[in-house]
C-alpha cells in the first residue's frame, strides 16, 4: 500500500478526533465562563462551607474533578479548574480526590469573608476538656461525614465516663451527628440525653425545600450497619433516620433549646428551657443554621408565625407574609404562590435583592411581573396581629390582611455561648 495512503489512514481519523475534542473544550469553556460571569453578577462569589482552591501553577487542566463534582459548581477557565459557582459547592471533596496531580486543598472561609470553626483536635474534643463537636457546626455539613463524626466523638468520649448520677454524655443535636452519636452511646451502653431545640428529627436535612435530592454515600453506622442511600430525597432521607428511631428506641427529648453549659466539678450542668442535665462529657452536634433570627416585634410569639416552609399546601387559600431578601424567603414565597387561591407578599427590608442564585432572581421578577407575588423592598413590620400585619414601607405604614407569617431571616449560631464557656473558636479566611 502507498506510504502515503496509509499516513491519511490513520492521521484524517487522529486529526477529526482532536478537532472533535478542541470544539467540545471550547464549548465548555464558554458555558463555564458564563456560569462564572453569573455568579459574578448575582454576587453568589462566596461558598459557604468548606470548598476547593486550586494552584494554576500545577493544575493540569484535565477535568476530572470538573466530572466528579456532581453539584456542577467546577469549571475549566483559560484551561485551569476554578470554582465558577461558588453557592452550591457543598465541600464534600470528591474534587480534591479527583484530582491527578494535587493541585486542590479543602479550606474554610475566604479572602474577603471569614468563617468561625470551634477549635477540635482529632479526636473532635475541643480546648475544654469533655466538650466535643461533630457535624455541621465543626465545619463538616455532609451527611455521610457527619454520621462518622458522631461516632468517632462518642468513641473517645466512651474513654471518660461519668460517676454517680451524672450522665456520661448530653448530645446536642439530633442530626445526622447526634443521631449516629446516639447510636454509638446505645452501643457502647452510656447513660445519655439527646436534646433537640426543634419539634423534629434530622436537624439542618429537616429544612432542606421539600423534595429536595440530597447526595449521601455508603455509612456504617453504630448497631446498623452499613446503608447505602446515594442520591436520596429529603423526605426519604428523614423516613430512614425516623425508621432508625423507632426500631433501635433512641429516645430524644424534642423542644430542649441549650440555654447555658456551666462546668462543675469534672463535668458540666447543661440548662435548657424546660430542665437540667448533669453530665460527664457534652457533645454538640447542631448544625451552623443556629436559632431562627426573630424580628422583635409585638405579636412574634402568635402561633401563625413561623420560621421554616414544611409544607406550601397548608397555606392553601390563604393570606401570607414571607419576610426575608434570600434565597429561602424567595424560594418559600414561589412555592406557597403556586397554591390555589393563596395570597402571598414578600417583605424586605433592603433596596434590592443582592445575594441571589440567578434562577430565582428571574423567577421572582416574573411572580412580581405576573402579579402572583407583591414585593415590598425597603419594608419591615412594625406589629404582628390575630388578622393582619403592620408594616412600615415608604414612610407610610401599611395594614395587610393575614393568616401566616414565615420568616427567612436566616439563624444565630451558638458561637457566643461556646466562647462563653471557653471553647476558642477560629475564623478562617482560606485555609484548612
Not at 32 to 56: I, K, M
Not at 128 to 142: S, T
Not at 169 to 176: D, E, L, M, R, T
Request: proline share 5%.
Amino acid at each position: 500500500m502507498n506510504p502515503w495512503l496509509l499516513w491519511m489512514a490513520y492521521a484524517v481519523p487522529l486529526l477529526c478526533a482532536l478537532l472533535f475534542h478542541l470544539h467540545r473544550r471550547r464549548r465548555r469553556e464558554a458555558a463555564a465562563v458564563e456560569v462564572l460571569t453569573q455568579s459574578l453578577e448575582t454576587g453568589l462569589t462566596e461558598p459557604p462551607s468548606l470548598h476547593p482552591v486550586f494552584d494554576p501553577g500545577i493544575c493540569c487542566g484535565a477535568a476530572a474533578c470538573v466530572s466528579a463534582c456532581p453539584e456542577q459548581a467546577l469549571g475549566i477557565v483559560n484551561g485551569k479548574a476554578q470554582l465558577v459557582n461558588p453557592s452550591v459547592c457543598i465541600g464534600h471533596g470528591a474534587c480534591a480526590a479527583a484530582c491527578p496531580v494535587e493541585a486542590i486543598k479543602l479550606v474554610f472561609g475566604t479572602e474577603r469573608r471569614g468563617m468561625e470553626i470551634p477549635y477540635v483536635k482529632p479526636n473532635f474534643e475541643t480546648n475544654v476538656p469533655g466538650i466535643f463537636i461533630a457535624g455541621e457546626l465543626g465545619g463538616m455539613g455532609l451527611v455521610r461525614k457527619a454520621a462518622e463524626q458522631g461516632k468517632q466523638a462518642i468513641d473517645s468520649i466512651a474513654r471518660n465516663r461519668g460517676s454517680g448520677e451524672e450522665l456520661d454524655v448530653v448530645i446536642v443535636g439530633a442530626g445526622p451527628a447526634g443521631l449516629s452519636a446516639s447510636l454509638a452511646a446505645m452501643e457502647k451502653k452510656l447513660r445519655f440525653v439527646t436534646l433537640e431545640q426543634e419539634d423534629s428529627l434530622g436537624g439542618t436535612v429537616y429544612h432542606y425545600p421539600r423534595n429536595k435530592i440530597v447526595m449521601t454515600q455508603p455509612v456504617v453506622l453504630p448497631l446498623v450497619g452499613k446503608t447505602r442511600l446515594g442520591e436520596i430525597s429529603k423526605e426519604s432521607l428523614l423516613a430512614f433516620w425516623q425508621d432508625i428511631v423507632e426500631r433501635f428506641g433512641i429516645r430524644i427529648s424534642f423542644g430542649q433549646r441549650v440555654e447555658k453549659v456551666t462546668a462543675l466539678g469534672n463535668g458540666f450542668v447543661v440548662k435548657t428551657g424546660r430542665a437540667e442535665f448533669r453530665c460527664r462529657n457534652i457533645l454538640m452536634a447542631v448544625g451552623r443554621r443556629g436559632t431562627p433570627r426573630k424580628l422583635d416585634v409585638p405579636g412574634e410569639e402568635l402561633s401563625k408565625v413561623v420560621y421554616r416552609l414544611v409544607d406550601p399546601e397548608q397555606y392553601r387559600d390563604k393570606h401570607v407574609l414571607v419576610i426575608g431578601g434570600g434565597d429561602s424567603a424567595i424560594e418559600a414565597a414561589i412555592a406557597i404562590a403556586a397554591e390555589p387561591e393563596t395570597t402571598v407578599t414578600l417583605s424586605y427590608r433592603g433596596d434590592v435583592f443582592g445575594r441571589l442564585k440567578q434562577k430565582n432572581r428571574e423567577r421572582i421578577a416574573a411572580a412580581e411581573e405576573s402579579g402572583r407575588i407583591t414585593v415590598l423592598l425597603e419594608s419591615k413590620v412594625s406589629r404582628i396581629e390575630t388578622e393582619c400585619v403592620h408594616l412600615e414601607s415608604a414612610g407610610a405604614v401599611l395594614q395587610l390582611r393575614n393568616d401566616a407569617v414565615i420568616v427567612c431571616a436566616g439563624g444565630i449560631l451558638p458561637t457566643p455561648m461556646l466562647k462563653e464557656i471557653g471553647i476558642r473558636v477560629e475564623t478562617k479566611f482560606g485555609t484548612e
